[in-house]
């Protein structure tokens, strides 16, 4: 591709989470949408509509979605279970991947689908939106920098009260229901990024993890899980989620000589406007750092 080529997205799905990625490519610089895939012809063009896509870029399958010549890179927002498919068939089309989490329902398919991006030399990214927000660079580089000093220890939560519903997706095991798969990636994620930013690596894997759980007796599906995490250079983490449970959604980051406060570390504003991040050291005054996002900015995202 042309690198001052706007890349054209076409995305795989109709549902809500597919409408909050086409709204958001309307004030992108980099990327416009330009076609729609549904299994129904009917959603397929009902959301073409909706979104400004050319009638004739909505497709009734995934199959012709990425057989279109005109689509550079794919979003897959389907549900969980029909990740690894929908990936592994766009990269052979050669189409370069953006799909949402979770990745993928096993580590098997983790591994086909990565095979698949190399054998077709083809970009294959997870959604982890929060990795590339303005707000997350200046974590990034506080704690490199040595803001609060050595850091020790992370805490992080992602967890909402969901009313059981038997006949919704997060008590459907089926596809890919659970507390652990639906949000519990968020402070896993954060948790690696920060250890491996303190060890000077893109991120770390966990050297020792222990947790503990409840399930959903008639659905099966788990409602509640915590962790706790030791990472290399000492850096331990605790790590929660839910969907029965209302808990404060922040990233709390500790360090020899402070910590940072993450008030809305995953769910980051989609309007551009300001974020915080509370600064807290000892002997001085807690001091708010605000973040104004610059979409003129933001290099390498859609």
Known sequence: MNPSAR???GIVSTGHIAGVFARGLRS?????????????????Q???????????????????LFADPEVDAVYV???HPHHAGAVVAALAAGKHVLCEKPFAMSLAEVDAMQAAARE??????????????????????????????????????????????PAGRLWNKALGGGAVLDVGGYPLSYARLLAGVAQGKPFLDPEA?????HVHLEAGTDLRACAVVRFAGNITAELSCGTDVSQQNVVRVYGSAGMIVVPSPYVI????????????????????????PDRGAEKGLV
């Open 120 to 165: 077709h030399q083809r970009t294959l990214m997870e959604a982890w939106m929060y990795r590339c927000h303005p707000q997350t660079a200046k974590l990034v580089a506080m704690v490199r920098e040595g803001a609060i000093g050595e850091l020790r220890h992370v805490q992080a939560a992602f967890s909402f009260n969901a009313p059981f519903d």
């Open 7 to 9: 890349l054209r997205w």
């Open 77 to 79: 927002a389907t549900p």
């Open 269 to 292: 504003s989609r309007d551009a406007s300001p974020t915080t991040l509370e600064w807290h050291r000892e002997g001085r005054e807690t001091e708010v750092i605000t973040i104004t």
């Open 28 to 44: 992108s610089r980099g990327g416009e949408l330009v076609a729609v895939g549904s299994r129904k012809i009917e959603s397929a």
């Open 46 to 64: 009902a959301f073409a509509a909706e979104h400004g896509i050319a009638p004739e870029r909505a497709h009734g399958s995934w199959e012709a």
């Open 209 to 213: 993890l222990h947790a503990v759980g």
